[in-house]
């Protein structure tokens, strides 16, 4: 028909906008901050190492720190070997050491000496290293260390004397190993200026005695007053503390311990104070019992 006109269908098609970008600002972005945080560190860095540590790393990173040599002697070793003998000496390291000021300072006290002096110190040496000294010094040292365990054991297990062990000190000095029973504030080990023991030192002291009786050793024992003038009984500091000294020997060996191990007793009075800064401490009125180290007992036919 003529009427009929022909139906004309356009597709149009819608343009996508601007589309993603795959997030490509994002890694840019990051790459900066990143960039700008090492920059920062570096600054960082700069303004805080010493101008030591600046030419440190400068040498480190420095082209004259590289060998130009790719044979032994310019390798990292240098030609060396790790040791003087075999794989594993010392190589340069014992040069540089050698060489160093303080081994030439050592090396011309050396020759200084005299050759007198050197067969001394050699027989010196000789001595102090016998192996049946050097075995009887160990048994010796773990003895007290038992001893001392043994001791700190009984006070915490026995519940009249857990109370008392801030009466108790205990430690090893040159002399051999110490134990001291220490007045406390209002609680002291005697009755004041009297040589009388109270209850709580009688019961500390047989405790020591039980310890003392499993070694060898012989004993000294020594009383300590503080600096205060002695009260008005008519003794002074000096034969009170030796008199209290004498009492806890009495107590030792009522206890057990043989009347032969007693090497010393001796009075201080306030001589040696436990609390220098403060003489007039309570806790410098004292009872000192010493195990003694004892020189080895050698055969006869031992030859040092």
Known sequence: ??????????????????????????????????????????????????PEQ????????????????????????????LGEDGVKGRGTSSVVERLSPRAQRKASVDKQETPEAAPASKSKDTASSDPLQDAMSRREEAAFRSAEISLRQALQDMPELAELSKHVLVDQTPEGLRIQLIDQEGRPMFEPGSAEPLDRTTTLLRAVAKVAVKLPNRISVAGHTDAAPAPTSGMSNWALSAARANAAREILEESGLAADRTYQVSGKAGSEPLFPDNPYMAGNRRISIVLLREAPVLPPDHKL
Do not use: E
């Open 1 to 50: 028909m003529a009427g009929d006109q022909p139906i004309v269908i356009k597709k149009v098609k819608k343009a996508g906008g601007h589309g993603h970008h795959g997030g490509a600002w994002k890694v840019a972005y990051a790459d900066f901050v990143t960039a700008m945080m090492a920059f920062f560190l570096l600054m960082w860095l700069i303004n805080t190492t010493t």
């Open 54 to 81: 600046k030419r440190g790393i400068a040498d480190y990173f420095a082209p004259a720190s590289v060998s130009p040599s790719t044979s032994g002697s310019g390798s990292i070793l240098g030609g060396t070997s």
